[in-house]
Each structure stands twice: as C-alpha cells, then as structure tokens.
C-alpha cells in the first residue's frame, strides 16, 4: 500500500495527514502543541485514537515511544553512525526493525531483522516539498510504519518550522 505523508506546515503542533494510494485521507496525527517533548496522537478520520506516540526526554540521543494497545514500541536514533543516519525500531516479540538510508531527503528503507526490506519512504514521488510517499508491503502493520516515520520526520526535520 503506498501512502502519502504530508506535514501541515501552518499549523499548530507538528500535524500531518496520512492519504492513500485514492488520494483520500485515512489518518491524522495531531501534535500536543505545549507540551514538554513532542506528543502526538495517531488517530484515523473518524477521531479514535490508534496510537501515542511520546518522546523521551531523558534519553542519549531522540529516542520515542509508540504506545498501542497496552504496548510500547521503542525508536531509537543511533547516534554513533557512519556517513549514514539509522533508528532502531525495538518491537514488542521478535519482530524488530531497522530504517536506513538518506533520512535528511525521506529517501530510506525499513528493513526487519533478516534484512527484509518491509517499506520504502521516498519523496521523489511528489513535487512538492513537504509530502513524501511511504510504501508498505503487504502484511505489514501499517499504522506502525507509519508512525515511525513521522518520527523520523520530526528527529530528522524538527527545525523547519
């Protein structure tokens, strides 16, 4: 499933909007604007609350929580990397994930722990500067990929507001 990413630039608190491939919107994940640390609900367009995601403050390095269901996925930006940004993504299970690549221009790979590539972010399907496309393979939990990735967005982009 491919889906289109696009942060609200004139908005209160980091917001964003999560289409499909139809181009019609499916998700909202609403910035908490005066709050300490970023907190965000992700919520579907009729208002439920499908996860809550939180940053650590007292942590080496941007480090998140995803809350969901009564568990906590963990994302981690590793700090000591070469020429190459990479967050570890600690899954309740066995299922953990990795992103890497060109986080600074949304051009990465989520990848599983056999090396599985399991979704692609990339800007370069869209012209304009503040959406970018996340492709999912089938099977995959969207709702945490999608996640993620606006954490990256916001470790990676916090500044352009």
């Not at 690549?101 to 692609?120: C, K, M, P, Q, W």
């Given at each position: 499933?491919?889906?289109?990413l696009r942060q609200k630039i004139l908005a209160f608190g980091d917001d964003f909007t999560i289409r499909d491939e139809q181009g019609q919107d499916v998700f909202f994940v609403d910035g908490h604007v005066?709050?300490?640390g970023n907190k965000l609900?992700?919520?579907?367009m009729q208002g439920n609350q499908l996860a809550f995601i939180r940053q650590r403050l007292l942590s080496i390095g941007a480090t998140y929580d995803i809350e969901r269901s009564g568990s906590v996925?963990?994302?981690h930006k590793e700090?000591?990397?070469f020429l190459r940004c990479r967050f570890s993504i600690d899954v309740p299970g066995p299922n953990d994930l990795e992103a890497s690549g060109n986080l600074l221009d949304h051009e990465y790979e989520f990848v599983d722990t056999r090396g599985s590539a399991i979704a692609r972010v990339s800007k370069r399907w869209f012209a304009f500067s503040d959406h970018y496309g996340v492709e999912i393979a089938d099977g995959q939990d969207d709702v945490l990929v999608l996640a993620a990735a606006v954490v990256?967005?916001?470790c990676c982009h916090g500044d352009r507001k």
């Amino acid at each position: 499933m491919l889906y289109q990413l696009r942060q609200k630039i004139l908005a209160f608190g980091d917001d964003f909007t999560i289409r499909d491939e139809q181009g019609q919107d499916v998700f909202f994940v609403d910035g908490h604007v005066f709050a300490l640390g970023n907190k965000l609900s992700f919520q579907d367009m009729q208002g439920n609350q499908l996860a809550f995601i939180r940053q650590r403050l007292l942590s080496i390095g941007a480090t998140y929580d995803i809350e969901r269901s009564g568990s906590v996925t963990t994302i981690h930006k590793e700090i000591f990397t070469f020429l190459r940004c990479r967050f570890s993504i600690d899954v309740p299970g066995p299922n953990d994930l990795e992103a890497s690549g060109n986080l600074l221009d949304h051009e990465y790979e989520f990848v599983d722990t056999r090396g599985s590539a399991i979704a692609r972010v990339s800007k370069r399907w869209f012209a304009f500067s503040d959406h970018y496309g996340v492709e999912i393979a089938d099977g995959q939990d969207d709702v945490l990929v999608l996640a993620a990735a606006v954490v990256i967005d916001l470790c990676c982009h916090g500044d352009r507001k």
